[in-house]
């Protein structure tokens, strides 16, 4: 890009808005060392209020929803505008936790799916620092099949009633609205009788509660829907198309994960999990420098990240000039999951036996490396598991026959489910 785009509503050039970027950011916003972010504590309500505080003050210096529509709080500027500011902000606190899901996915949903109103009063609030936005789409009876979701939504006398569960919503507890999918026609095949509702969470009819991992994190939540009420104002885009919606809402997670969202602030690591452990750095500190076994484990790891980040270039660019369908982001997805796989495995074998034991100070830099081992795998099952975006890459992007499905084409009260 040149610094003299024009489809903007500002005479700023890129070189201007980055110019006048750098000189509000330096007396407006906290400093931090970019190699050492201070990480926001995602499970921790006071990440969020920090984050939403951040955001009222991007916004009223009018550095926020940069590729938002100003129709709906934004500045209605194009991406090269959006990058000139990150990397201007780099040196700054951002409220970065606000990227995914508020922005990347649930906005820019809204903005492709969603009725006016829900535009300009969902889209804005975000945009103010006012709302956080969520994703309500896994259920307990399982998330690769999306289509299949058995939280249903029935419609009486101009009002929704909804009864079932949803799980693995990410940081929920801080949210103020979730894109929540549903059944609403149970007599056609199980794409077609789905709708997508955005729910205000702290509605009388649902029980919200965290879920342990395994690595101590409380971030996860699950819902309970008994009798919910919505009007028909909360429906995202027609009744019974919510597949559409969900479509939409997976294709922006996609792009999210490989960074290649316009609507994402700042292009730091948004938590400390997202940073490449320093392989080089583990093994000088554990005496193992000079091992040529330790250095071949560290140089496959960095080239997989560099090969990673050409890949990321090469299909964003693939995907902008048409050359790779939108599908196509599964590619990043997948390789990003297993990359960080690789990456966090590395550094347990370096660190070895340190990694898992946590002795006090000396030990603890290692022993955060074996916590992170016990979440190595997140990437491979948000949004989506890895299983599923190989079927998609072997299905849409290289037109391999669709997978046997049972289901398909049957009416969803006909098709057998788990029942005891
Ligand atoms: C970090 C993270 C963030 C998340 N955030 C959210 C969120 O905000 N909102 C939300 O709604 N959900 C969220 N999820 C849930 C996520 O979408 C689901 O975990 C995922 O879709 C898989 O669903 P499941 O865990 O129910 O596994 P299941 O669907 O039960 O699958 C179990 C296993 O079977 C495999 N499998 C299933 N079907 C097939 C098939 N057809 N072919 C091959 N293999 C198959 C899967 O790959 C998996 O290994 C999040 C998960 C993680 C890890």
């Not at 400093?31 to 939403?52: G, L, M, N, T």
């Not at 879920?211 to 309970?224: Q, Y």
């Not at 104002?233 to 290649?260: I, S």
């Not at 603890?364 to 975006?389: H, K, N, P, W």
Request: aromatic share 8%; net charge negative.
């Amino acid at each position: 890009m040149t610094d003299t785009v024009t489809s903007t509503q500002t005479t700023d050039s890129v070189a201007e808005f980055a110019a006048r970027a750098r000189a509000w950011l330096a007396e407006n916003m906290p400093r931090v060392d970019p190699d050492h972010p201070p990480f926001s504590v995602r499970a921790e309500q006071a990440s969020w209020d920090r984050a939403k505080e951040l955001q009222k003050r991007l916004y009223e210096g009018g550095f926020a929803g940069i590729c938002f529509p100003r129709e709906y709080g934004g500045l209605g500027l194009d991406y090269a505008y959006q990058r000139a500011f990150n990397a201007e902000c780099r040196n700054y606190e951002m409220p970065l936790i606000l990227n995914t899901p508020t922005f990347t996915i649930c906005a820019a949903t809204i903005l492709d799916m969603g009725s006016e109103t829900q535009k300009r009063e969902r889209i804005s609030a975000a945009i103010r620092g006012d709302e956080i936005l969520v994703q309500l789409l896994s259920e307990p009876s399982g998330g690769s099949d999306l289509a299949g979701v058995i939280t249903r939504a029935d419609y009486q006398d101009g009002t929704w009633i909804i009864n079932g569960a949803k799980t693995w919503s990410t940081s929920a507890f801080a949210g103020d609205y979730g894109l929540m999918l549903a059944r609403t026609d149970w007599t056609v095949p199980k794409h077609e009788g789905l709708t997508m509702f955005l729910v205000p969470l702290n509605s009388p009819g649902i029980t919200m509660r965290r879920i342990k991992e395994v690595n101590g994190n409380e971030e996860f939540c699950e819902e309970f829907f008994d009798g919910l009420e919505l009007g028909e104002d909360a429906v995202v885009g027609e009744v019974n198309k919510g597949w559409e919606v969900a479509t939409r809402q997976l294709h922006h997670e996609r792009r999210a994960v490989g960074g290649g969202s316009e609507f994402a602030s700042g292009t730091a690591a948004e938590n400390a999990n997202e940073m490449p452990p320093d392989h080089v750095g583990l093994a000088e500190a554990t005496g193992q420098g000079d091992d040529p076994r330790v250095q071949d484990l560290a140089g496959r790891a960095l080239t997989r990240r560099i090969v990673k980040e050409q890949l990321i270039d090469h299909v964003f660019h693939a995907i902008a000039d048409g050359s790779l369908p939108p599908n196509a982001g599964t590619l990043i997805r997948l390789f990003h999951a297993e990359t960080t796989e690789l990456e966090v495995d590395t550094a347990l074998a370096i660190a070895g036996t340190a990694g898992v034991i946590d002795e006090g100070d000396d030990f603890s830099e290692f022993a955060d490396i074996g916590v992170r081992y016990l979440s190595r795998q997140t990437g491979s099952l948000g949004g989506g598991s890895s299983e599923m975006a190989r079927n998609v890459i072997g299905e849409r992007i290289l037109g391999f026959p669709r997978e046997a499905a049972a289901d398909r084409g049957v009416p969803f009260n006909q098709v057998k489910r788990n029942k005891s």
